[in-house]
């Protein structure tokens, strides 16, 4: 029963998230797409995924039945194209976005990629097909992003999802909205407890669900008196936590008059959304929820993250 309200959580958080990117501006978006449709079924450092199978979380993994495209999330170069033991068929990519080098890991591939090591990918470039191969129960893509390189201990790894449709190293063209995805989320908020010990986290039942340890940032997916859902079916009681929401602003130019609704649903006309940023209260249906009670498409806006 946990299992299958935990899938319905996930549907409902990656409604949406496939960041369709125009053919003319793929190689210039600056941005890390996703690289799969699917439902996040582990999350990163996933407590849950570390009683399971003992050994903690590196990356998400993205699930879908089917036949899935896995696709490069930002332009490189391929690093590894392998067979692992573990990963399975895996393809690195090594990035340059800004200045700064990341590393992009795409596991489990249903057969081997016919990308070689030193080619060139440009973003949303077909990698090959989800699948199960390696250490992996079930058809899901095990996604990993390192700020710097891959190492074995895996030092360098982040959260995907604090990067995954987040623009890097400059603003979006005006009006492309392509680059203002959303998982579901509209804010994060940051475990604020004492150094070295762990909140409990709850799940959607009200059971223990295990520990959020201090300092860790979640992303926020909806609320309800007392706790934040923080994904994959967790609540983090709000008096641990420090909450910063998502800043939302129109991605058109001054002047081109973004509407805003009465409902997520297009519905109820309320007016031109102000040029100026808002607070994300809540997000739904592709459409964020501003500090006035009124609504706006995710597309027309750009969304800057808060930083700790
Ligand atoms: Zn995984």
């Known amino acids: 029963m946990k299992k299958v309200m935990k899938y319905l959580l996930v549907l409902v958080m990656a409604f949406g998230v496939f960041n369709f990117v125009?053919?003319?501006n793929k190689a210039s978006a600056a941005t890390f797409n996703w690289p799969s449709e699917g439902t996040i079924t582990a999350g990163y450092k996933d407590p849950d995924y570390l009683s399971?199978?003992?050994?903690?979380?590196?990356?998400?993994?993205?699930?879908?039945?089917?036949?899935?495209n896995i696709s490069a999330s930002a332009a490189g170069v391929v690093t590894r194209s392998y067979y692992s033991s573990s990963y399975g068929h895996t393809v690195f990519i090594k990035h340059n976005i800004g200045g700064q080098t990341y590393e992009t890991v795409y596991a489990h591939l249903r057969s081997a990629s016919s990308l070689d090591v030193g080619d060139s990918v440009s973003q949303g470039q077909f990698i090959g097909y989800m699948g199960s191969t390696g250490l992996s129960t079930g058809q899901?893509?095990?996604?990993?992003?390192?700020?710097?390189l891959w190492n074995s201990s895996k030092s360098n790894s982040v959260d995907p999802l604090d990067y995954l449709g987040e623009t890097l190293g400059g603003t979006p063209p005006a009006g492309d909205p392509a680059?203002?995805?959303?998982?579901?989320?509209?804010?994060?908020?940051?475990?604020?407890?004492?150094?070295?010990y762990g909140v409990n986290l709850y799940n959607n039942d009200g059971e223990y669900a295990g520990k959020a340890n201090h300092g860790v940032v979640f992303s926020v997916y909806g609320e309800k008196p007392g706790y934040y859902s923080v994904g994959a079916g967790k609540?983090?009681?709000?008096?641990?936590?420090i909450y910063k929401p998502f800043k939302v602003h129109s991605a058109y130019p001054e002047g081109w008059g973004v509407n805003v609704y009465k409902a997520p649903d297009g519905a109820h006309y309320m007016g031109k959304l102000e040029y100026r940023d808002y607070d994300a209260k809540e997000y739904r249906d592709g459409y964020f929820k501003l500090d006035d009670d009124t609504w706006v498409r995710s597309k027309s806006v750009i969304v800057t993250k808060p930083k700790y």
Request: charged share 20%; net charge negative.
């Open 22 to 24: 125009g053919e003319n």
């Open 52 to 68: 399971q199978f003992g050994r903690v979380h590196y990356g998400i993994d993205i699930a879908k039945s089917g036949t899935v």
């Open 140 to 148: 899901h893509l095990h996604f990993e992003l390192h700020k710097g």
């Open 179 to 196: 680059n203002n995805p959303s998982n579901g989320s509209y804010a994060y908020v940051k475990v604020d407890y004492v150094e070295g």
């Open 235 to 241: 609540w983090l009681p709000k008096e641990y936590a």
